[in-house]
Every structure is written in structure tokens, then in C-alpha cells.
């Protein structure tokens, strides 16, 4: 037993964190565990009608310790001390304020209740103007225009617009914060004992993606930039290392306390962190000329290519385009939707309002109400996958939380159009449904406009494993076979195999996959008359959005 080693990939969620146990010889998955954000669950430090979400940092701790501490209690203590390392994936960009120390703020007593320190969800939208602002001083100040990496249009979904806003509205956590970090730099730098700023290793993948780093320019935005953007960002370039690295690289070694809080080894390695969607893509097996989709409340969808393919190329609208932040040595680039699966929550939880209000009126438990609440989407997909798309005059667009990509534009909102006295909830969702895959294509498009080859779809999450009705729309739009991860924490997967290359298990992340690919569970193929009547419709979806986007940029 003892010649077996393992990895423990951890995926921390936008709800949860997930630990997955490896076998790093063959691929098994031995067992995997969940811990949930309480305070989160709870709804706390949120407000959805402002686009506010904060998570505060003891959730991270707590459900960090509960998931691998759990999942360690699933398999034989031989397996646990066979254990050769950690690779942590998060969301991203999710980035909060911490003191000299390293110490997120919120973890201070005096700022423990207060949200603007905390950690800014990768979907919390309150710093849409500052993004703006950005994405103007970028293109006028009469310097680089430092955006040029990260589609052209930086986002209220990331790191400088975040920290920017926090700073604005809250004076307090403005002269208490040192620095901002990423939470996939801050869990492995706890883990390690290395949460000091000057010794935290940032992550490339966040770093390149969210925070405009690049080699041209030694690293974040010059000083002259973020000081004429606003002169409270006065040194904290100089704060931020400007060196980065890949995951198949070291952040630290676990440290005593930490590995008895796990049932860990000390002294075992912890891998650099990187955000959830480009781990995903190494679990899925992501190569060239293939796209991962990571296809959950929101998508992420994922590209590599070599240095050679995209030479001095700029692929605009997208999430950026960054050396390393998937495949070392390897061009990643990132796109997605700011809502996908968030779009039929929406849905099902309007459809549940009246039982919501009048439930108990009506004699209906809260048990009764979550059974009726967990079959809604199954009935409709099943509903609306009888319909056929040429006999419903509704259609949708789906930036019900803005838009990802192609270029970002968190201001914009969802609509749909074409009702009629005969529409009912599954035409609805089918539009719904068709509104997700046609921004999916949309964002294959682009891609395929800037000279990038796909001939692969591969896709992964909540999404692929339970809801066939919504990846064969998908199929069908992009009119080519779509691929399904057989994993079902193909994310985690992706964390444990750079945690085997950290550990010196394999020498490069292309070897891991082949070690420890899981392959695929179902491939959905195209209808072929549907993919034609989706051509059509497509170019509809396209016409609508840009001829109604300004009127729903200003409601």
C-alpha cells in the first residue's frame, strides 16, 4: 500500500468546497467531500438587488477543514499518509482586502460583520462604474493600453474595479488594507504559513486574466496609470510581487498545525492555486484546437494554444489571454457567461412564488415546497424538449447578470420577447434554454474570428451530468458533437493533477493528464435539422441583442 500515492485536489465553490482524494498512478477517485459556506447559505453580507455578494473568509476556513478533514475519513488512514500533495482551484476573480500580515480583514474584530471586507464574489457587479473608467482611461491616457491582454474590456467582475469600489465606499477598510488578494493565492499561502504578502506566491492564472499582469510591462499597470485612475491606488502596485507562477509549481509546504487540522502530513507539497475553470479545462483534458466548457451557474469556457498559433494576435472581447494560466508554456485563454444555469434558477424560483407566499395558506410544508421546487426544471426541460423550435414565436437573450463575453458588459439585462396569450413556462424555458447555447456560440465565434481552431467541444459541471435537454440545444446551436466529462469533480481532478507535478510524481501537467484522465461518459450529437433551424434562429438572437443592447444597457 505504502508504493500508492495520492493527491487531494481541492475546488472551492461558489457555495461549497469540494475535496476529491486521486490515485496519481491511475486516475481513481477514491472518495470526495463537501463543506458548505454557512454564513453564506444564510444568505448573509449579500444583496442581489444591488449585485452585492461577499463571502466571508472563516466560511473558506471552515468548510476547507470540514471537506478534507471528511473526505480523509472515507478512505483508510494508509491513504492519508500516502498523501504526495494539495492543488487548490477557486473562483475567480474573487479577491479581498488583507492587513500587512497577510490577514483578511474580516477576520479583525472590527471588521468581522462589515462586507466591503470580505471577499468580492467573482459575480458581484457593484463596480460597474469603475470598470468604466478603467476601460476609458485605458484607451485615452496616451500610454499602453494595459486592457490589451484581457479582451480589450476589463470587467466589474475583477480585481482593479473590485478593490477600486471598496475603497471608495468604505474609508475604513481603505487605510486598513495593505494589499488585495486573490482567495486561490490566500488559501495555499494559509496552508503553508506563507500568508505575508511579500512571501505569498500570486497565481499566474488570476494575476494575467483579472489583474492586467503581464511580462511587457514587469507586471500589474504602471503607477502612473492606477494614480490617474484614482490616487488612493498610490502604492499598491508595489505591493503586489511581480512575480507569478504556475500551478505546477510550489506555494509552500503544509504546516504542522494545518496538517492535524486535516489528518495531512506535514511538510507535504501545496501547489500554486489558479481559478477553477482553467483546472477544470486540465481535468477535463483539455488540448489544442479544443474548448472546455465549465457549464454551472455560470460558464467559463477555456482555450490553449502555442505561442507559435497566436503570435502577436490580441483576441478581443474575450477573458484574456495569458501564458501559463492553464498549460505552462502554453497560451490559456478564457471567455464564459456571467449567467447560465443561474438563468433557469431565475426561472424555476419565479415559477415558485406563489407557493412560496401561499403555501401555508394552502396547507403545502417546507418539505412539500422543496420537493415541488427540486422537480420544476426536470418537468420543464422534459416539456419543453416535445416542442419543436419553429412553433414558438418567443425568444430570449440571457444576460439576465450581464455579459461575459463577448465583450464584457455587466450594464446589459435579459429579455424576452415574442409573448403571446399562448405562452406557457416551457416555451419560455426553451427560449431560455436557446438564449444560454446561442451566447455559448457566440463566444465560439469569436474565438473562431480571430483565427483559433475548434474541433473539439468538451464540457464539464452541474450542467453536462443532469440536464441532457440543455446539451443537446447546446449540441444542436453549435451544430458539433459536445463531449461530457466522465467526472463529476473534474475540477478537483484538474487541482490533483497539479498537485502530483508540484509533488515531482510527473514532470509536466501534460504527462498527469495522460496518467490521470478520466475520458468521457456520453457525447451528444448535433440533430441535423434542428442544428439548420438554429442557424436562422441565431442570427436572430444576434440581431435582437444589437439592436435592443443600448435600450437594456440603461433600465
Known sequence: MGSVKYAIGVDFGSDSVRALVVNVHTGEELASDVGYYKRWAEGLYCDATANQFRQHPQDYLDALQECVSGVLKKVSPEVAENVVGIGVDTTGSTPGPVDKNGTPLALLEEFKENPNAMFNLWKDHTAVREAAEINELAKTWGGVDFTKYSGGVYSSEWFWSKMLHVHRVDEGVRQTAYTWVEICDWTPAVLTGTEDPKLMKRSRCAAGHKAMWHEEWNGLPSEEFLVQLDPMLAGMRERYNPATYTSDEIAGYLTPEWGQKLGLPPGIPVAVGALDAHMGAIGGGIGEKAMVKIMGTSTCDVMI???????????????????????????????????????????????????????????????????????????????????????????????????????????????????????????????????????????????????????????????????????????????????????????????????????????????????????????????????????????????????????????
Open 305 to 555: 494554444a502555442s505561442k507559435d498559433v497566436i503570435g502577436q494576435n490580441l483576441v478581443a472581447g474575450i477573458c484574456g489571454q495569458v501564458d501559463g494560466s492553464v498549460v505552462p508554456g502554453m497560451i490559456g485563454l478564457e471567455a464564459g457567461q456571467s449567467a447560465f444555469g443561474d438563468v433557469y434558477a431565475w426561472f424555476r424560483d419565479l415559477l415558485m412564488w406563489p407557493l412560496n407566499v401561499l403555501g401555508e395558506e394552502v396547507g403545502l410544508s417546507e418539505e412539500q415546497k422543496a420537493q415541488i421546487r427540486e422537480r420544476i426544471l426536470a418537468k420543464l426541460s422534459q416539456e419543453a424538449s416535445e416542442l419543436d423550435p419553429r412553433e414558438s414565436t418567443v425568444m430570449a437573450l440571457d444576460w439576465l447578470n450581464g455579459r461575459r463575453t463577448p465583450f464584457a458588459d455587466q450594464t446589459l439585462k435579459g429579455a424576452l420577447l415574442g409573448l403571446t396569450l399562448g405562452t406557457d413556462a416551457p416555451r419560455i424555458f426553451r427560449a431560455l434554454v436557446e438564449a444560454t447555447a446561442f451566447g455559448a456560440k457566440a463566444i465560439a465565434e469569436r474565438f473562431r474570428e480571430e483565427g483559433l481552431v475548434i474541433e473539439e467541444v468538451i464540457a464539464e459541471g452541474g450542467i453536462p451530468s443532469k440536464n441532457p435537454f440543455v446539451m443537446q440545444v447546446t449540441a444542436d446551436v453549435f451544430n458539433m458533437p459536445i463531449k461530457v466529462v466522465k467526472s463529476d469533480q473534474a475540477v478537483a481532478l484538474g487541482a490533483a493533477m497539479f498537485a502530483a507535478v508540484a509533488s515531482g510524481i510527473y514532470s509536466n501537467i501534460e504527462e498527469a493528464q495522460a496518467a490521470m484522465g478520466c475520458g468521457f461518459s456520453r457525447i451528444f450529437k448535433p440533430d441535423p435539422e434542428k442544428a439548420k433551424i438554429y442557424e436562422s434562429m441565431y442570427e436572430q438572437y444576434l440581431r435582437v441583442g444589437g439592436s435592443l443592447e443600448e435600450e437594456l444597457r440603461t433600465l
